[in-house]
T-cell receptor
């Protein structure tokens, strides 16, 4: 699976939107973009995924660049509970089934 | 109790001892994964089971590590002759093959292993 690049850390004020960027310049046509997050002392949890079109669910939105070389996870109103490490992961349809977790972005939410 | 369950939640052992870590996946999930996470690091893939197929052991760091999945459900990760560098959180995940590529992985809370 291709690699991704994320900032090590970001801060956001509570109740404000948060945009978490991810670069994946070597993405292939069959790679899906997945986001997971890991709250303190918990296992990771799935957030959202997409292929080409922007996606929305109850947790977040995923904006995918037209060339697919980057994407942005959007939390519309950050809460203290959103403080976590966010991982951007590429999954090939025919590739390995395990997830490759980089170091992710540690999001701090300021009350 | 619909989630992935891992036991024990914490394990302290002495260097050289063997340990067994248990994972109960979500009922009906055919795929099961083991990862480990050292302090402040991302997750490191260890092993993957899918149905009755031969497991993918490509992530196991040494022959001291092994895993079984009996009856297509519960899995046990065994570490023999533990070393201090084995200290980490060991995470188990399961997924349903019916979903999109690889499926959503549902993780347990992990077992924190400390080797003294």
């Amino acid at each position: 699976d291709a690699k991704t690049t994320q900032p090590n850390s970001m801060e956001s004020n509570e109740e404000e939107p948060v945009h978490l960027p991810c670069n994946h310049s070597t993405i292939s046509g069959t790679d899906y973009i997945h986001w997971y997050r890991q709250l303190p002392s918990q296992g990771p949890e799935y957030v959202i995924h997409g292929l080409t079109s922007n996606v929305n669910n109850r947790m977040a939105s995923l904006a995918i660049a037209e060339d697919r070389k980057s994407s942005t996870l959007i939390l519309h109103r950050a809460t203290l509970r959103d403080a976590a490490v966010y991982y951007c992961i590429l999954r090939d349809q025919a590739g390995a089934n395990n997830l490759f977790f980089g170091t992710g972005t540690r999001l701090t939410v300021i009350p | 109790g619909a989630g992935v369950s891992q036991s024990p939640s914490n394990k302290v052992t002495e260097k050289g001892k063997d340990v067994e870590l248990r994972c109960d996946p979500i009922s009906g999930h055919t795929a099961l994964y083991w990862y480990r996470q050292s302090l402040g690091q991302g997750l490191e893939f260890l092993i993957y089971f899918q149905g009755n197929s031969a497991p993918d052991k490509s992530g196991l760091p040494s022959d001291r590590f092994s895993a079984e999945r009996t009856g297509g459900s519960v899995s046990t990760l065994t570490i023999q002759r533990t070393q201090q560098e084995d200290s980490a959180v060991y995470l188990c995940a399961s997924s349903s093959r019916i979903q999109f590529p690889g499926g959503i992985q549902y993780f347990g809370a992990g077992t924190r292993l400390s080797v003294l």
